[in-house]
């Protein structure tokens, strides 16, 4: 039996193969899929199945395109009209090699959420895996809030006895995959840790420790989750069956000139730095949003009607640029501004700054009294567990929409949780033309280590 | 919190790292250590703590190699007189970000064995991971003979009370690391599954059926396992300390005519290609051992006090041979031949053969009548499970010393499970002047596969 | 100034990349040409120019395959109807960046042969580099028997006019880059070394010693190469545009079982490994061409209209045996056998085999008169230089189309240069029937090493 | 025959590797010098010379390092006391393989300069590449000013007569392989381009236009180059043997706080990110030199008495820092930041700013007449080439020695060619309390692009 875990940064979705006796099963491929072909190449096996948990709202699902390299079918969850795959009825088992793979119904996050319980016939007739989707994390449950605040009763209600009544009686001792890690927009709490078992969760998960349903439903439906505006493109794709890409797309190099003028056709410029970097020195009109922030950011200030243009710190970085845009399905990706920021201000072409503020300085200025519009991008949760005083909360999601709530003649100083949303925020009120901004280094992490008071 | 396994091929030997916040600690690291080293560099974490789990027999442990790159601290356990290292008390804890690990002292499979509770102090008080090193694997338990029959009543009694009243009451769901998986030597049916839980060992693991205390002792008693040479050396290698590497040897590269020369010295040369290739053409009285067979069966047939002379297939191969064998403590690795066994042919140097026999043309041969002298060179186990209709039983670590027992003047067909352990005996025999042999290609598996009979 | 050479192996083919400001050409790319891409973008250039030396009889030229995924323009000589790409004038001009390249029409190996000149303006006028094709190499000159015995002395003629008249004029400092090394079928005797200069051949290539014309024209005339029949194919390839690959092949992984149902169908097996590793155990009727070998042996041996089936060592060579295949236009690589002949044996499946010969066993049966028929596959040249007293001379390449030249009745001793070459006329009359074959170890090379004698 | 460049960046220092059957000769190795080992072996070859130029001024050489791990003999000129090696006199022959190597004595740019000229006996005895070390490159010759302006004449007439009557005698054909490419401060002027021949440089280099000993000698003893402070310590190094390293040194990791502990020892931090990264945020009193910098500037800023502690961008540049640092003897490199300078923010440590002005800016304050100091800080060669009107003078190297030339009470604005060097000067400002720093994005490149004017 072999077993792999592939983790995709950012968006935190974990998909896996697992493969017995030259045969393979994918779980949840992600849409840039050769990495499965290639594991299943190098141990000689073939992928018979590809198995979906549910219809994902948060990425490209790469069923299709891993289907279009190999000879898999497709299999996915009942109650929801797919137009490509397989339906699997509940209980439902797989055969590969000497594994059985049980299908169960398990509600709740969707509709349509299946569970895969996997048993090792050589050891066993008992389960010692279990895939869970997007129905339990490690120290967190799946949403309940996708299909609105009517529907998230039922669905809290689905959950809770997907979990305790189909779940978790598998056995202490089995092992738990779920389908995303920390940093996922799928749960609002799951754990950095990435192994953990029924008994565990049983044991540890704080919602798990709600046995009682009212009470965890009351729990789910108080739950407040921001809700990307892309989510609704990818329900669409993975309904549907996603475009094909076949391959990467590559995109062109552009000089500082070409990229100029492709700036004056229908793109938007995202800017991949950090935001010390940004602050010095960025095409005007451009959005900040650090690499690795793509996958949970790139859907809450990208169109889909545009083509992007990437501005990076290294040329080397552009493959996973082009990675993390295409799980979202962003896959106009028109071309990249060879050589950099330097090439730009080298060819004289126009650049823009922001200030950057350490925690030190602005606690200067609060003593001080100066007049300053502070505006913190957090989350709510993590804005009512503890903010600076005086300041007012917009999500850095929502800034773009509420920029009539944000003065434009006093200083507006912007931070978040390290200073990288709060970054993007800034971007996106300079584009807008605020033109006194101060990103703060560290924002509220060092804010915090500095011992600067908070209130909630 | 990060968690890596290191799995060291042919020996089965899995190392972990796990770190939580800028500190970690590594369980039982082999030889070549730069791994760890590189792991908490990429993860931005110091190594504080080396535990061993047990005083090994089967590799070079690397803790000295680590310590000494590295400002961690030695741990084992009490009751021998380690010459390096500190002891650890049972019920010792120690902290690592917000890890917390108790040792557990569970002897059996020796006296100082301990195992590992790992507990994630952010989550919870549980045990979510137990490591323990030879005392319970997945599908076996340690083995109880390395102190000798009279001693291995007493280990097994004692390793019954470390599985049942120690690891096994940390829970079903607590996530089970064992220091060796499938083909290691210090377990005589480790599954191939790699991962496991207590409750899983609980239902599924065949000696834990044996709940009776008596009855698990006699079980443990009469069980027959190898025991190769080579432990010896390291036994007293891992109590003193193994001499440091600081790195990889670079063995020289020998033209035909000086590798000719050094042969004549106090060498052995091994042939570290696969049985078809070996068969055709070979350096006169060299011994045949696959690459990956290295670490099982190197340990069987290489002396220590002689330099060691390779023939590769492949250059590339030369570091993995390298690192086989140091990890046994065979660090005079003197050089390997340039251009393999094509340049010493085109030498014209003298080279050796014997014949490749299929099944098929085996078969044939009994069916004829003809006067074989069949040789199975596998475990007592394979064969008892099983032979072909006539042979002898010599396993393949001991047929060097039983040459007595093989008679000169008839064909020697030499077989194991699938050809490759039996070209080992193979160039064993042509080494001591057998000149008419025979190695049966797919052995046992081929003819299985063909249909052909074999008896018990 | 960018300059790169990109060298194929095995056909010893040579290709370059020259860039200068943001621009780049490429001289005879290669059908797998994303390495030309690559380059470019490492660089931050534009590929704007591809430019032939002239339509290849030896490879799939990758102007196409290039010119799609960029968007460069390809350009070619005079005189032949190509059916893609545009034409140059001699002594028209082409600009990149600071750089200028002449186009010179040197004919002789074709009519439409071309030769490049470099000059790098920023330095001067004078040419730095010429781009030869297969006019003019290191150490040897074109060959001119392509259009068949009639046209050669025309063709001898126009290309002593090329070099005499056009190449060498340019000046004894201009570094010559011709588009072979030694190893090609497109020279006799290409050098091993891989930089020259114009007046280094001036002074030391063999055929430019011959300055007067008609001595020339009687050399080439008299010159003896061999005419693979693969040639035709790529002849007409070149011409029309070969198909485009878009990506490499990816062949299919077969188990023994589906492997052996795949051979029932129009396919041909062809073995990579070593002699000493095929001659002990293979499938029957498969063709032994070991690795490096494919890309001057396959268009010899493997017909069009088949699917080719691998058999490696190692599954780490399989793109190198599709990248070697698709460069001859073997696009229809069926598959590979997963686990290789190990797996195949294994499995029970039928193998053969037939004798390996060390050079001193051969002398042995010579010297005691044995009945053998010794068969020596190397080139003509390679024969007149010296042979095995006795024996019959048949090239690799012609050996399936001469079996009745071949006895039935005794024992063929195959030799060549090493024991390569001779493996693959040996697999060949294996598979045509004959069953006491024995191929010489080291062959010629061992058999002089070990002092023996050669006549002439 | 194999021959390999190998091109260490920033320094612009050319080494070689050139083999022939079995044999291989290494030249100016540099002291990371595993890279030739690794050649050797991958080539089945052993290193049995090392060949020095010269005493190397520029960067510690590596020969000794290299003799460690091999066996081979180091050579170099006469009329030095080395304090290791061999000395070879004028016109003495080595033979590796089939190659012969001329050594040259072909002083100048110093006294021992040797050249080595290569000849491949299979192809003829005309010399093919001569190796010319510091004496000529491509595009210029060797700087004569090392031993002082009262030696400069003489070097200036021994290189006239080493490159006019030794080394182009050799003949137009013979390729040129210098110890230098652009970039070098071992010659003014070196091209970019990579490959010449004795007869291009004839042609096209600009000094050996000065055919007349007199317009040589004049033109060399007025030529201007800067000599940093190191070379001095490279001088003894290479005389007296550098101490050796076995393997790259492997900085600590430090956390914030261990590494401001660090910042109070004897310590000098380096901040090897960009300038648009480093003008918004860094650690008060760092030197910025960017990474592809280190070699030509970390010799003008940091001592050798101090340990280094280093700030990168990206864990990845590590390698390549300390690579750059100990070729130039910079051995002690005690750490390197964890986490780079985010992690410093974060930790709320104290973070410097200067600002980034574009040229466009520059433009306006200028036109305005705002009250600006502005320092021009490139070499004297390109101030003279045209400057910004108003501008100061002082070469980056010399800014640390000349503050009381910069006033204390104005804003100061540094530009460069792009950016970088005027980012150095600015951080040595900033660590000596000048508090009003401009740096400019672009500089004197995007000043031109501009259409700014200059003025001579």
Redesign the interface.
């Known amino acids: 039996?072999i077993?792999e875990r592939i983790k995709s940064e950012g968006l935190a979705h974990i998909s896996y193969v697992i493969g017995s006796e030259?045969e393979a099963v994918v779980i949840d491929p992600r849409r840039d899929c050769k990495v499965y072909?290639d594991i299943a190449?190098?141990e000689?096996m073939?992928i018979k199945y590809i198995l979906e948990t549910h219809r994902n709202e948060d990425y490209v699902v790469g069923s299709r395109e891993l289907e279009d390299?190999t000879e898999a079918d497709i299999y996915h969850g009942p109650g929801i009209d797919f137009k490509y795959g397989n339906t699997l009825q509940d209980d439902q088992e797989i055969f590969i090699g000497s594994l059985r793979i049980t299908a169960l119904h398990t509600p709740g996050h969707t509709d349509e959420s299946m569970s895969y319980a996997l048993a090792?016939l050589?050891?066993?007739d008992?389960t010692?895996?279990v895939f869970t989707g997007d129905a339990l994390f490690i120290?967190d449950v799946g949403r309940t809030d996708l299909y609105g605040p009517d529907e998230a009763p039922r669905l809290a209600s689905d959950l809770y006895d997907s979990i305790f009544n189909r779940i978790l009686p598998l056995?202490?001792?089995?092992?738990l995959h779920p389908a995303h890690g920390a940093g996922s927009m799928c749960g609002g709490a799951i754990?950095?840790?990435?192994?953990?078992?029924?008994?565990?969760e049983?044991?540890?998960n704080p919602v798990l420790q709600k046995t009682a349903k009212d009470e965890f439903i009351r729990y789910k439906v108080e739950e407040k989750l921001e809700f990307p505006p892309y989510f609704k493109k990818m329900e669409q794709y993975n309904l549907e069956g996603p475009p094909l890409l076949h391959?990467l797309p590559?995109p062109e190099?552009f000089?500082p000139g070409e990229f100029r003028e492709e700036m004056e056709k229908a793109t938007v410029v995202v800017d991949t730095?950090?935001p010390?970097?940004f602050?010095?020195?960025h095409i005007k009109d451009s959005y900040s949003i650090w690499l690795e922030g793509l996958p949970s950011f790139a859907g809450w200030v990208l169109p889909y009607d545009k083509q992007i243009l990437l501005v990076m710190?290294?040329?080397e970085q552009l493959e996973s640029a082009v990675r993390y845009l295409i799980r979202l399905g962003y896959d106009n990706i028109a071309g990249f501004l060879?050589?950099g920021?330097?090439a730009w201000?080298?060819?004289?072409m126009?650049?823009d700054?922001f200030n950057?503020i350490?925690?030190?300085d602005l606690r200067d200025k609060l003593v001080k009294g100066e007049n300053l519009f502070i505006l913190d991008v957090r989350s709510k949760e993590e804005w009512e567990n503890g903010h600076i005083q005086g300041a007012a909360h917009i999500y850095v999601g929502h800034v773009e929409e509420n920029l009539d709530k944000i003065p434009e003649d006093c200083r507006i100083v912007v931070y978040c949780g390290?200073?990288r949303r709060s970054n993007i925020a800034a971007s996106i009120l300079r584009k807008h033309g605020y033109d006194r901004i101060y990103n703060v280094?560290?924002s509220m992490?060092?804010?915090k280590?500095?011992g600067y008071e908070v209130v909630e």
Do not use: C
């Open positions: 039996m077993f030259n072909a190449r190098r000689g073939k390299i090792d050589n050891a066993g008992e010692i895996m120290g056995g202490d001792e089995v092992i754990s950095e840790r990435e192994y953990s078992t029924l008994g565990l049983r044991l540890q391959s590559v190099l000089s730095r950090m010390h970097s602050g010095g020195a710190e290294d040329k060879n050589g920021i330097g201000y080298i060819d004289a126009p650049v700054s950057l350490s925690v030190h390290t200073g280094l560290g992490k060092a804010w280590n500095a």
